[in-house]
C-alpha cells in the first residue's frame, strides 16, 4: 500500500506560480512512476506530468516550459513547480503512483495510488 498527501494548492493570479507537494509513504520501494494530474469542473481528469523511477520527465505539452516536476527521493516527496500559470490552469489537481514496472508513466490508467487533490485557483 502507498499513500499519498497533497500539499501547496491555493490561489494566484494569473502569471504567478505555486509549488505543489506530494508526500508518499508506505510501499514507496515498489513505485514505478509518479505522477500530476488535474481536473476542472465539468471537465475529465488528465495528465499533467509525470516521473518514472529513472527521473525521467513527461509533460502534457499545456504545460511544457511552464511547470517542472521532480522528487525528493530523501523524504519522499513529488513536487510540482507551476509558473507563468494561466486561469485555464485552474483545476484540482491530484497526485498519483503507479507500481506497475515498465508501463509509460504519462498513461492515467496505470495509476493505482491517489491522493485526495488540492486545489489551484488562477484568477485573470
Known amino acids: 500500500q502507498v499513500q499519498l498527501v497533497e500539499s501547496g494548492g491555493g490561489s494566484v493570479q494569473a502569471g504567478g506560480s505555486l509549488r505543489l507537494s506530494c508526500a508518499a509513504s508506505g510501499n514507496t520501494g515498489s513505485i514505478y512512476c509518479l505522477g500530476w494530474f488535474r481536473q476542472a469542473p465539468g471537465k475529465e481528469r488528465e495528465g499533467v506530468a509525470s516521473i518514472d523511477s529513472n527521473g525521467i520527465p513527461t509533460y502534457a505539452n499545456s504545460v511544457k516550459g511552464r511547470f517542472t516536476i521532480s522528487q525528493d527521493n530523501t523524504n519522499n516527496t513529488l513536487y510540482l513547480q507551476m509558473d507563468s500559470l494561466q486561469p485555464d490552469d485552474t483545476a484540482m489537481y491530484y497526485c498519483?503512483?503507479?507500481?506497475?514496472?515498465?508501463?509509460?508513466?504519462?498513461?492515467?490508467?496505470?495509476?493505482?495510488?491517489w491522493g485526495q487533490g488540492t486545489q489551484v485557483t488562477v484568477s485573470s
Open positions: 498519483a503512483a503507479s507500481t506497475q514496472y515498465g508501463t509509460l508513466c504519462r498513461q492515467m490508467a496505470i495509476y493505482n495510488y
